[in-house]
């Protein structure tokens, strides 16, 4: 069983920066996506940013428009985590930030941005940003 866990959250003034990562105990992907969803107070959980890889050295990334420029994603195959180096905070980036991981390679369609797609979350992490 596969269980991502987030950390890394917090609290931070606009304009300011976050890095958060997930880790996903009990299986290594050699191939495989995952993804940052956030779900602010009354919203849907919304797309953030994802990474598919396959084997060790090939890895494409996506980001939901509202934060390409400002965030990034990362992978770090030895120690199966990702993490997503959040700059240029803003106050509607307020949100619970969850981790989603897939044993697919998505580089077809936008299936990476889907919840349906992902086959383990974490528990997620809070992300406030103060104006």
């Known amino acids: 069983q596969v269980q991502p866990v987030e950390s890394g959250g917090g609290l931070v003034q606009a304009g300011g920066s976050l890095r958060l990562s997930c880790q996903a105990s009990?299986?290594?992907?050699?191939?495989?996506?995952m993804g940052w969803f956030r779900q602010a107070p009354g919203k849907e959980r919304e797309f953030v940013a994802a990474?598919?890889?396959?084997?060790?050295?090939?890895?494409?990334?996506y980001y939901a428009d509202s934060v390409k420029g400002r965030f990034a994603i990362s992978r770090d195959n030895g120690k199966n985590t990702v993490s997503l180096q959040m700059n240029s905070l803003k106050p509607e980036d307020t949100a619970v930030y969850y981790c989603?991981?897939?044993?697919?390679?998505?580089?077809?369609?936008?299936?990476?941005?889907?919840?349906?797609?992902?086959?383990?979350w974490g528990q997620g992490t809070q992300v406030t940003v103060s104006s």
């Open positions: 989603a991981a897939s044993s697919l390679w998505l580089r077809s369609g936008d299936y990476y941005s889907h919840r349906n797609t992902y086959d383990y």
């Open positions: 009990g299986r290594t992907f050699s191939t495989g996506t």
């Open positions: 990474i598919t890889w396959s084997g060790g050295s090939v890895y494409y990334a």
